[in-house]
Every structure is written in structure tokens, then in C-alpha cells.
């Protein structure tokens, strides 16, 4: 039987849409502490962290790799990296979790490279320069969360990319913490990630991404439970549901054109697919999406995440 590993939004929470634009911020003991430090291995389905040590360390677990790490150092996790922490109790500094998609498509319009820098898992020590860089952008997004002001998710999403460049500056100029190369299990992860990415709306087999792999079905199956605690039908499955969820939400399209650019070949298809995969079907999840948007994310969601 296939590991289960849990699946939080944030760590100990229920896990919220993967379509909805938002962030979060929040100082390491107000989510460690209560968990005594130790933050066992788990995955956010749509969401990069990332993390800043001001004070204290321990380790941390990135899929297969168990690093060591102390202040002042950053850490990013990007969405469905499996990772864990066991922190000192002198620990500190911010966190900030993003929703991953938005994040890349903006980064994507005004710096490529950036996409890179928030998909990959890392451990980068900082000098004392490196860390009055960042805690300004840090300290900023902070208070775009705590006010919540108009437009708040966009300021915030400007804040974070230039959070990604000066993280991507840093990881230039100096060495990643030791024993942190990617194994060849999370390589081929990561790369199974981009060639869904590239190509979920061709409904391709998954012997298809496993020979653009080098692999068989059975090896890409096995690697996807043992790293990522879901078959690889289900990786490609979900995708397809996150793009069909986010342009029902945040484009006036009808479901037809939905289905279409998709790849469907015709809206009912198209409707069954959503309503296995989610429990409702696309008008009834719109409608419950919109509902909850427009109070704020604080309401109940009708569709399965």
C-alpha cells in the first residue's frame, strides 16, 4: 500500500482550493510551536513556501534529501515538494506560503528564469547583507496580508516577485547548503512536473510522459506514490482539473470554450471528467466559487480540492 502524505494548505489546516490566488504569512513559532518544532513530512498540493531563519536551525526534510540548516538561511519548498521540519526552540523568522501558479505566470512575463527559481527546492545560507535584502520584502507582504487592503493579493503578488529575483541573485553570488543536489527520484519528479505542465491539454497517455521520461508507465506510477503519495494518472488528472477550476473562476468563458481549450472533445465529456474528479459539476462550481470570492474566501466551497 502507497504512503500516505498528508496534504495542508498550511500545516495542520484543511487544504484550500487550488485555484484560489492567495497567500499567507506568518512567523515560524506561531505554527512550530504547537507542534512541539517538529513539522512531520507533508505537501501543499498548489503552494510554494518560503522561509527565512533569522535565528535558531535544525533540519529539514526535502523529498529525499535530509539537510542540516542554520541562521541566517532561506529555504524554498515549491507546491507538491514532500518536506518536513525539525526546528530548535530558539527558531525564528517569516514564512510565506503562495498559491505556485500565479506566481510562475508572472514571473514568466517579466523574468523566465524566475519559474525556475520558485520550482526548484532549496537551502541557501545567508550573509548578514542577504538578509537585510530580503526582510524588507518580507516585513512588506506582511503588512499587505495583516491589512488586507484593496488589491492586496496583487501588491502582494508584485512583492513576491521581486522576493524571486533578489532569491535568484542570491542563489548565483553562493553555494546551496551542503548535500542539497536534487536526487535522481526528484529530478525525474520535476521533470514529469514540467512535461505536464507543457502538454495536459493533450490528454496524453501516461505511457506517453513516461518514454519522454526514459522510463516505463510502471516505474513513473511507482516513482509518483513513493515521492508524491498519488499515481501518475492522478498528477496529470489533477492538473487538468486545477487549469479547468481556475478558468472557471477567473474568465467570463462559457463551458463549452472551457472544455475547448482544454482539449475536450465536447462540453459534456468535459462536464463528466470535472464532476468525477470534483463532485460537482462546472456551473456548480463556478457558482459556489464566485459565491465564496466575493465573500472574501471566507465561505464554503462546494468542490473537492
Known amino acids: ?42 505537501t501543499h498540493d498548489a503552494f510554494v513556501q518560503v522561509l527565512m531563519l533569522t535565528s535558531g536551525g535544525g533540519t529539514v526534510h526535502l523529498d529525499h534529501a535530509r539537510i542540516e540548516m542554520a541562521s541566517p538561511c532561506l529555504i524554498v519548498v515549491p507546491a507538491q515538494t514532500v518536506h518536513g521540519f525539525r526546528f530548535t526552540p530558539d527558531t525564528n523568522g517569516p514564512v510565506i506560503t503562495a498559491a505556485q501558479r500565479p506566481l510562475e505566470s508572472l514571473a514568466a512575463l517579466v523574468m523566465p528564469e524566475l519559474v525556475q527559481t520558485v520550482r526548484t527546492p532549496r537551502v541557501t545560507p545567508l550573509a548578514p547583507e542577504g538578509l537585510e535584502q530580503l526582510m524588507p520584502l518580507f516585513l512588506a507582504v506582511e503588512r499587505e496580508h495583516r491589512q488586507g487592503d484593496t488589491g492586496h493579493v496583487a501588491a502582494a503578488l508584485a512583492l513576491l516577485t521581486a522576493l524571486a529575483v533578489q532569491i535568484a541573485r542570491l542563489q548565483r553570488e553562493g553555494p546551496a547548503a551542503p548535500g542539497h543536489p536534487l536526487t535522481r527520484k526528484a529530478e525525474q519528479i520535476e521533470a514529469f512536473r514540467r512535461t505536464v505542465d507543457e502538454r495536459f ?32 494518472l492522478d498528477v496529470i488528472n489533477a492538473r487538468v482539473v486545477h487549469e479547468a477550476q481556475r478558468e472557471l473562476v477567473y474568465t467570463v468563458s462559457s463551458i463549452k470554450q472551457v472544455a475547448a481549450r482544454l482539449g475536450f472533445v465536447d462540453e459534456a465529456y468535459f462536464g463528466r471528467f470535472f464532476r468525477k474528479h470534483t463532485g460537482v459539476t462546472p456551473t456548480a462550481f463556478r457558482d459556489s466559487a464566485l459565491r465564496a470570492l466575493q465573500d472574501g474566501g471566507r465561505g464554503e466551497f462546494a468542490a473537492h480540492d
Open 1 to 42: 500500500m502507497a504512503r500516505a502524505i498528508p496534504n495542508y494548505a498550511l500545516y495542520g489546516d484543511q487544504a484550500r482550493p487550488a485555484w484560489l490566488s492567495t497567500f499567507d504569512f506568518e512567523w515560524i513559532p506561531q505554527r512550530s510551536k504547537p507542534y512541539n518544532w517538529d513539522i512531520q513530512p507533508h
Open 201 to 232: 491539454r493533450e490528454h496524453l497517455p501516461v505511457t506517453a510522459y513516461a518514454a519522454a521520461l526514459g522510463v516505463t508507465a510502471g516505474q513513473l506510477t511507482r516513482l509518483c506514490q513513493e515521492v508524491l503519495g498519488m499515481s501518475s
